[in-house]
């Protein structure tokens, strides 16, 4: 008998980059992001863009439009991706609305 460990799921580069550029992600996180007059507010617009931003890519999905980061129950999701994506896209929006005003 062979024993064989675990295997470990293997995620390329090219599976992450849909996921981080979705462009539902990007809209919401850089608008909200632009609009926070607080740092501490880009937490929660990264729960929001990364919500709704995969509720939009489920629909389109389910519907069968080829879409840039699908959401299907036999692919990848990525949700830590889209989370720290939508992070960043947020404060990045948020940096350059405070480096405009000043």
Request: proline share 7%; glycine share 6%.
């Amino acid at each position: 008998m062979i024993s064989v460990g675990p295997t470990v799921p293997v995620v390329t580069l090219w599976d992450w980059l849909p996921a981080a550029f979705d462009p539902v992600l990007i809209l919401i996180a850089v608008w909200l992001g632009w609009k926070a007059d607080q740092f501490g507010k880009v937490l929660i617009i990264g729960m929001v863009a990364l919500a709704v931003s995969v509720l939009v890519s489920w629909a389109i999905s389910s519907l069968g439009i080829p879409w840039i980061a699908p959401v299907r129950s036999d692919g990848l999701t990525l949700f830590p991706v889209r989370f720290i994506a939508s992070m960043l896209w947020a404060s990045g929006a948020y940096a350059a609305r405070r480096l405009a005003r000043s």
